[in-house]
């Protein structure tokens, strides 16, 4: 039998009716600047819960959580920020509980990292080429080892030296995706990514879907063909959703019966966005694990 069963209802018994829930974080698995135990603790520290540790294309970051969870009385959900891509549009799609085994989804994340490496290499040779202080071998030192590399560990490089004061600020110039510095990496397309999470077990949540302030944003039919495909969420309460895209989601996901969920996007220091800044209700925790099928543990609590 599946895990998440267990876990489901062991949940039941532990989580008090305000258990604060927060199902978007990242450590320094990808782009975070905390260790995934450091994560936890401030989790702890802000009251929460249950957190979902979701690294970009990674799973490396699950059992340092989970055994950190463990002591500090958290409940970790795993799960990944699937990166992928719709004509030309970045499409990040949640994926709690995977089996993180399954040959298929391993693959997936696998050429998605590599091809984050050669172009965050190109990336940085462009940026060499006009003047900016940057090697790859920096941006590697920078960067935990084995971290999941994106446009941030560039921008770490560049605050290291003094050229911009925050990775917003290189973000809003250099590493925007209307830059010319900017390289485009491998992603899947997002129902075929649906698929392969469900197919792994996994329960997929579209991560913001209409931050429009991050630029171009996808089209509901995007949504109602992923929720066809197995999609189970989408994440309505964001810092990058206003009111108004807040309510579209919302009116999204009561029409194609999907879970809503909240949460903070948690960076650690890589950007302002602090945890249980958006929460995430027990019923809609409970739906999630309810459609998990997969492997991928949640601790015995
Ligand atoms: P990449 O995955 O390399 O395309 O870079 C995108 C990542 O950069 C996202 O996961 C964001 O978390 C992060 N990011 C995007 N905009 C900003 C910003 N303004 N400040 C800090 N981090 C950002
Ligand atoms: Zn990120
Ligand atoms: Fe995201
Ligand atoms: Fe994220």
């Known amino acids: 039998m599946p895990c998440p069963d267990t876990a489901y209802r062991v949940l039941m018994v532990t989580l008090a009716p305000a258990a604060r829930i927060d199902l978007h974080t990242h450590s320094w698995c990808s782009d975070g600047t905390e260790a995934p135990g450091v994560v936890v603790a401030q989790a702890a520290k802000a009251g929460l819960d249950v957190i979902g540790l979701t690294d970009h294309d990674v799973v490396s970051g699950w059992a340092q959580a989970d055994a950190a969870g463990r002591e500090q009385g958290v409940l970790v959900v795993p799960g990944i920020e699937v990166s992928c891509n719709w004509r030309g549009i970045s499409v990040h799609l949640l994926a709690y509980l995977p089996d993180p085994h399954d040959e298929p989804l391993l693959a997936e994340l696998s050429a998605s990292r590599s091809s984050r490496d050669t172009r965050l290499q190109r990336m940085v040779k462009l940026l060499a080429a006009d003047g900016y202080p940057i090697t790859y071998d920096e941006v590697l030192e920078m960067a935990a080892a084995q ?21 917003d600020e290189a973000f809003a110039d250099v590493l925007s995706s209307d830059s010319r510095y900017y390289v485009a990496h491998h992603a899947p397309d ?112």
């Open 147 to 167: 971290a999941s590399l994106g446009r941030p560990h560039i921008a770490d490089v560049l605050v290291r030296h003094g050229v911009f004061p925050s990775r």
């Open 190 to 301: 997002p129902v075929h990514a649906t698929e392969m999470i469900v197919a792994a077990g996994g329960v997929p949540v579209i991560a913001h879907p209409f931050a429009s302030k991050r630029g171009k944003v996808v089209s509901d039919d995007l949504l109602a063909d992923m929720a066809d495909a197995g999609m189970v969420g989408v994440e309505v309460d964001h810092r990058d959703h206003g009111p108004s895209e807040r309510a579209h989601a919302a009116a999204l996901a009561d029409r194609l019966r999907l879970v809503q969920t909240g949460s903070s996007d948690y960076h650690g220091a890589g950007k302002p966005n602090r945890l249980g800044e958006n929460t995430t209700r027990i019923a809609s925790l409970e739906a999630i694990l309810e459609r998990a099928t997969g492997t991928g543990l949640l601790g015995a609590h």
